[in-house]
């Protein structure tokens, strides 16, 4: 399992919200603890992040719907999973400003640029931070939410190497592939998963795999997509 595929399988969640507004009533919450809960003893962050886990093929070794205690357990048991720098992928545990917990809220990093650290999140919103109601993507002043990372055992650091995710990527292993992926990024047949972009404007989470490319270039030679 890698960053890549967290993050694929967390973007697909970006725009799900409880149902109805207020009740932690999502599928999350549902998954984990095996029946539709509702009320507030019932936050969703954590069982957002355990969810996704799952999903991409590598469920966390402690199962719980605390960001503490997450944070406790690798503390106590995988203490080399507590990095100083993050991946993608990664579980990043806040201290948001102006709380007396240290933990809490919990997302996926997805970068950090100028000091803003971008994640995606369940159960968060423009009116709370971390307890929102809905899957999204944040930003965010690392300086004022203390980030902690944890890159579980199951997340590998490095991505597959026969896939690529931003045109950095591809500029470096396939470059006889930037012209073609930069005319379909162009017309928009290409825009990526994760939503968000990098520092020339490209989408990033474009997922392509060396086949792929080319494909689109063998296409393009033979003139698929015009001049």
Known sequence: MTGADVLRVAARQIGVCEQPAGSNNVPYNTWYYGHPVHGP??????????????????????????CGSLLRWYRDHQPDCIKPDPVPGCIVIFDLPNTSSATDHTGLFVGLEDGMIK???????????????????????VSEVKPV???????????????????AEIRAAAPWAVDTVTKLIECGALTGTTGWYDE??????????????RVFVV?????????
Request: glycine share 14%.
């Open 41 to 66: 003893e019932y936050p969703w962050c954590m069982t957002f992040i355990q969810w996704v886990y799952t999903q991409a093929g590598g469920a966390l070794p402690f199962l719980t719907a605390s």
């Open 119 to 141: 994640t995606i999140d369940g159960n968060t919103g423009s009116g709370s931070d971390a307890n929102g109601g809905c899957v999204q993507q944040r930003q965010r002043k």
């Open 149 to 167: 990372y944890i890159v579980p055992r199951e997340l590998k650091e490095g991505k597959r190497m026969d896939r690529y995710d931003n045109m």
């Open 200 to 213: 020339d404007g490209l989408p990033t989470g474009l997922d392509l795999s060396q086949d792929m490319l």
């Open 219 to 227: 296409s393009d030679r033979a003139g698929a997509y015009g001049e």
